[in-house]
Antibody
Framework: QLQLQESGPGLVKPSETLSLTCTVS??????????WGWIRQPPGKGLEWIGN???????YYNPSLKSRVTISVDTSNNHFSLKLSSVTAADTAVYYC???????????WGQGTMVTVSS | DIQMTQSPATLSASVGDRVTITCRAS??????LAWYQQKPGKAPKLLIY???SLESGVPPRFSGDGSGTDFTLTISSLQPDDFATYSC?????????FGQGTKLDIK
């Protein structure tokens, strides 16, 4: 059974870089049918797609964040990562990683990790 | 970006009721629409994909319909476990976008 688990600091200072990792277990991150995504949810608000990555390294970012986002994949360690630079309080949110099979909806999600941007 | 507008924002209903939530896209997304259920402090759970396909393990009281710009999620007979927030999601084109959510609470 495929499982995803986010990890990383829960507190980041303004102007610094938020870094999170999503570890995939119970399956291979290199499966050709899978895309891997990051989605976030500010407190009390709706979901916002951040970006997707294919195991080959092809990435797709939300233009609203594109200048600050980098998503990468590490196939040898079966995980993928998110970096968001120059963070502000507006980046405070629960960050989720998730899987898309054959570009068809996010069917498996991590439990989410709360990241607060504050000095 | 494709805007996804859900209605209503809040819906009060009773166990056994039939309820329908609507999602409208600002342009055609064919059938590339999913519905998720989310409970407080939990990750979203996929219910419906490709507008009307039921995800494995999801009870058949959940159903989805629509194509193009107008979509619905229907729960045929509400159960206590169904009180949650429901969100639609278009994955027809980048950037993927979500509706703002519909909170279904107990009347």
């Amino acid at each position: 059974q495929l499982q995803l688990q986010e990890s990383g600091p829960g507190l980041v200072k303004p102007s610094e870089t938020l870094s999170l990792t999503c570890t995939v277990s119970g399956g291979s991150i290199s499966s050709s049918s899978n895309y891997w995504g990051w989605i976030r949810q500010p407190p009390g608000k709706g979901l916002e797609w951040i970006g997707n990555i294919y195991y080959s390294g092809n990435t797709y970012y939300n233009p609203s964040l594109k200048s600050r986002v980098t998503i990468s994949v590490d196939t040898s360690n079966n995980h993928f990562s998110l970096k968001l630079s120059s963070v502000t309080a507006a980046d405070t949110a629960v960050y989720y990683c998730a899987r898309m099979v054959s570009s068809d909806a996010f069917d498996v999600w991590g439990q989410g990790t709360m990241v607060t941007v504050s000095s | 970006d494709i805007q996804m507008t859900q209605s209503p924002a809040t819906l009060s209903a009773s166990v056994g009721d039939r309820v329908t939530i609507t999602c409208r896209a600002s342009q055609s997304i064919s059938s590339w629409l999913a519905w998720y259920q989310q409970k407080p402090g939990k990750a979203p759970k996929l219910l419906i994909y490709k507008a009307s396909s039921l995800e494995s393990g999801v009870p058949p009281r959940f159903s989805g319909d629509g194509s193009g710009t107008d979509f619905t999620l229907t729960i045929s007979s509400l159960q206590p476990d169904d009180f949650a927030t429901y969100s639609c999601h278009q994955y027809n084109s980048f950037p993927y976008t979500f509706g703002q959510g519909t909170k279904l609470d107990i009347k």
